[in-house]
């Protein structure tokens, strides 16, 4: 009998392979349980029906594998599949469950489509009605295969005869737009019918000429159109093909959107409905008028490396209650980030009003937090019976929505939440016998999802939702490890080079669009900046991906260079603005950059962390020179802060937790120094209870200080301390998110009065890494977890902990729990990887692929 075969092959960091962008795709697999390790594999790959020649290559890889065939030409589909030898098998697997690759446009050349918009004047500073797009037009032969390559200028949702194509919400997303704008390629066959046709789509502004940003946003920020950019192209059982693309032959007509805002919300009259629209029969509908052309250059065209943003759950509410003067209010018990979906039937004009709020405040909604983000909804029925409605491009977030002007009754069955985010894979899961740990780490969760919507963002309910770099660059470790997000980042990352100014600057948020005074002109800034070097740098670790190292190495080495040029022949970085310690707790409402912390000192420390993770990543891609140059770069800014920021007692100049927690964490204190340094850390903590006194900065690195130096227990004290500033405070309040503010809600149940005050903000929730790192006990020991060491540290009362992450190469976990005589772990170590346990009190063990128990009172004893 064979051996299992491994995992069906999947490509890049993609869901599927359909619509890929690279002619080259690298494939992974993960093999069967049991195989313990690969000694060798053949990929099989198979064109239009003929098996082309391959063989049996001698190599344990089986992440991000090369690419085994002539490289793919636009349209090309292939199936791939894979076997593999492992030891004691003289024969190989058998073959894994074909997959398919299929090539999108990889050549500008391929693009006939050019951008169509309705005609008619509009004002260009003020509301406009969203277009419908429409083409009829005839098949006249039994149908092969149909592809919809399909993008706007703005948000589209497109139809073939009166179906969705796909699923995917915000389509094309947010990226900068001016140099890659994303198409999705779509198999819509069995959308098509030989005789007649027809294909549309619904417009919305979006980012790209919608209301976006600060201080009332701002109108037309990549350009004044709204336009369809669509390419069908159709197969024939003879071979032949028939393209349909976007030119002067399609009609626009004014749809049932009135109005469209990401931050407004939308207005849906369903007297201008006319559901036959998008068929054959709609051109009967409606005033359908010429559509304009426009222009794009198609090499800007580029396909996702991601997954696309789509509806991930659906939440009904837990409670409905209804006011004195007739609203209804609305509890989905989670904060969330989507839309809602309502079932109504009412007389023709009936109005409902749909707002929504994170929070409330004195039984009603507080928007305060929104700013200028106004989250309502408004549907207008026809009277035509019940209608089955939710926006299509906006979204909001909301616990709570408030409903006026509903006819009738209104029951928890008539209204749902539909949870909204980049549909990436979960990775990471964590829990332990602590409850209040465990509504935190879900918090963590949440916040993420409602924050990946398309790109990293700060928050996603007020007039922001931008894609901060500081916020992504201290939340990384935490997100590589529950979801599988690095095709999304390396996308965003990509944007982040993009967008890079000529001197090295890295702008605060990306992509940029115009900010307030604090915000332009651009500035460099530290921790924010340093995105460049070391979100690259965690997303290697995490996937193993030397070429996302690669790809991004000139963003990171430019931004480096900069401080190099800031800091002058002294190393340090010490004039210039900077957020420093942003939101340190002792910060006031109104001046959130006012830390206890010298910010000199933060940037000083950024600067030399960043140069030796640049040198790191040289030394990956084999750049010696350069991998020489900044490491002793890294060298003489360390000790430029040891000099400056050091003080003879051994004390930091600011005698701060975030000062200690960044000089221990990136390694820059003296070896004889960093004990006593740890010392003042931990004395620092306990004198203030166990309370946090860090902000941006100091939060994610002073567990992992504290642990590093001996005082694990007063890294569990900060874990589980419940009184305000705590991660547990906001758990107590009933959070179910992580806050921006440690007191965005204030112990008497007031809101925090700074203008700043989102209930969901992932950044301080990136203690998560630290939960999964020490009370779970799972770190890798090499790129992509192909070596693991399981170590937890127990403490805070906690008894047990079960942690687990679906690695590159399989399933890692770890579930202990303590005993009379010490800790029960059962292990499991993913096929083709290795690992060490180091269990309390314990000598290290070393463990194969498979799964494990180990108890430390045996293991104790037979040592001894």
């Not at 967008?499 to 890295?506: I, K, R, S």
């Not at 975030?658 to 306990?686: H, I, K, S, W």
């Not at 503010?741 to 998560?768: E, I, K, Q």
């Not at 290290?844 to 692929?849: F, I």
Request: proline content about 8%; charged content about 20%.
């Amino acid at each position: 009998m064979l051996p299992s075969p491994p995992s069906p092959v999947s490509f890049e960091h993609l869901p599927d392979g359909l619509g890929i962008g690279t002619a080259t795709p690298r494939l992974s697999w993960t093999l069967a349980p049991g195989s313990n390790r690969q000694a060798a594999y053949e990929v099989q790959l198979t064109r239009d029906g003929a098996e082309l020649p391959t063989s049996r290559i001698d190599s344990g890889e089986q992440v991000l594998v090369a690419w085994p065939g002539p490289p793919l030409v636009s349209r090309a589909r292939v199936g791939v599949r894979v076997r593999v030898w492992t030891p004691g098998h003289d024969a190989p697997s058998t073959w894994s469950e074909e997959r398919f690759v299929e090539a999108g446009l990889l050549d500008p050349t391929n693009w006939r489509a050019v951008p169509v918009a309705a005609a008619w004047a509009e004002d260009p500073e003020g509301d406009r009605q969203p277009a419908l797009i429409r083409r009829d037009f005839t098949l006249d032969r039994p149908i092969a295969r149909a592809r919809l390559y399909v993008t706007a200028h703005g948000l589209y949702e497109a139809e073939i005869n009166g179906r969705r194509v796909g699923e995917e919400a915000l389509a094309p997303g947010w990226t900068v737009y001016p140099h890659r704008l994303r198409y999705r390629t779509h198999d819509v066959t069995d959308h098509l019918t030989e005789g007649a046709n027809t294909i549309g789509a619904w417009l919305g502004d979006g980012w790209y000429r919608g209301k976006y940003g600060f201080d009332g946003g701002t109108r037309n920020i990549y350009g004044t159109d709204q336009s369809l950019i669509a390419q069908l192209e159709v197969t024939y059982d003879d071979g032949t093909t028939t393209v349909i693309a976007t030119d002067d032959t399609w009609r626009a007509a004014p749809g049932p959107i009135v109005t469209s805002g990401l931050y407004e919300g939308e207005t849906f009259d369903a007297r201008l409905h006319h559901a036959s629209w998008s068929t054959p029969a709609g051109a009967h509908t409606g005033t359908w008028s010429p559509v304009r052309t426009g222009e794009r250059d198609p090499r800007t065209l580029v396909a996702p490396l991601g997954p696309p943003v789509t509806c991930t759950e659906e939440l009904a509410p837990v409670a409905v209650t209804k006011t004195p003067d007739g609203r209804h209010l609305l509890d989905f018990g989670q904060n969330l980030v989507g839309r809602l979906r309502v079932t109504a039937d009412g007389p023709s004009g009936t109005t409902i009003t749909l707002r929504h709020a994170e929070i409330l405040q004195d039984g009603e909604l507080a928007t305060r937090p929104l700013r200028e983000a106004h989250s309502t909804d408004t549907l207008v029925l026809s009277g035509d019976g019940p209608l089955t409605w939710e926006p299509r491009f906006t979204l909001h977030g909301f616990r709570y929505a408030e409903v006026t002007g509903w006819p009738g009754e209104l029951t928890p069955d008539m209204v749902t939440a539909r949870v909204h985010h980049t549909d990436m894979r979960r990775t990471g899961w964590f829990e332990c016998s602590d409850p209040l740990v465990n509504r935190l780490h879900e918090n963590v969760v949440w916040s993420m999802r409602g924050n990946f919507v398309d790109l990293p963002t700060d928050c996603p309910q007020r007039d922001e939702r931008l894609g901060w770099t500081g916020d992504i660059q201290v939340f990384a470790p935490t997100a590589s490890y529950l979801y599988d997000c690095v095709g999304m980042l390396d996308s965003w990352l990509t944007d982040v080079g993009l967008e890079q100014l000529p001197d090295g600057t890295v702008p605060w948020y990306v992509p940029v669009i115009p900010g307030g005074p604090m915000w332009t002109p651009i500035r460099p800034g530290a921790a924010w900046g340093d995105v460049a070097t070391l979100t690259p740098w965690v997303l290697y670790q995490r996937f193993g991906d030397p070429e996302l190292l690669r790809r991004h190495y000139a963003t990171g080495k430019a931004w480096v260079d900069l401080m190099e040029r800031l800091a002058g022949p002294d190393r340090l970085w010490n004039s210039g603005f900077q957020l420093g310690d942003w939101l340190d707790p002792a910060a006031p409402p109104d001046d959130p950059a006012a830390s206890r912390t010298n910010r000199y000192l933060v940037a000083t420390a950024h600067f030399a962390h960043s140069t030796r993770q640049l040198a790191r990543t040289a030394v990956e891609l084999g750049y010696g020179q350069d991998a020489a140059r900044y490491a002793a770069l890294a060298d003489e800014v360390t000790a430029a802060f040891r000099r400056r920021y050091v003080l003879p007692t051994g004390r930091m100049t600011s005698d701060t937790p975030t000062a200690y927690a960044v000089a221990l964490a990136f390694d820059l204190l003296a070896p004889e120094r960093r004990g006593p340094a740890g010392d003042r850390l931990a004395a620092l903590v306990l004198a203030d209870e166990g309370r946090i006194a860090t902000g941006f900065v100091g939060t994610p690195l002073i567990c992992d200080a504290l642990t590093d130096t001996g005082h694990v227990d007063v890294a569990y004290r900060l874990l589980t301390q419940t009184e305000c500033p705590s991660w547990l405070y906001p758990v107590t309040m009933g959070a179910t998110t992580v806050w921006e503010r440690w007191d965005s809600l204030r112990p008497d149940g007031t809101l925090n009065p700074g203008g700043m005050t989102s209930f969901n903000h992932y950044a301080l929730g990136a203690v998560a890494d630290w939960l999964h790192r020490v009370v779970g006990g799972i770190t890798g020991a090499a790129p992509g977890y192909r070596e693991l060491v399981f170590r937890p540290r127990p403490g805070g009362g906690i008894t047990w902990a079960r942690t687990r992450h679906e690695t590159p190469y399989g399933t890692a976990s770890l579930d202990w729990e303590a005993t009379e005589g010490g800790m029960t772990a059962r292990i499991t170590v993913p096929e083709g990887c290795t690992a060490t346990a180091e269990l309390p009190g314990c000598a290290p063990v070393a463990l194969g692929p498979g799964e494990h128990t180990l108890d430390t009172t045996a293991l104790i004893s037979t040592a001894a």
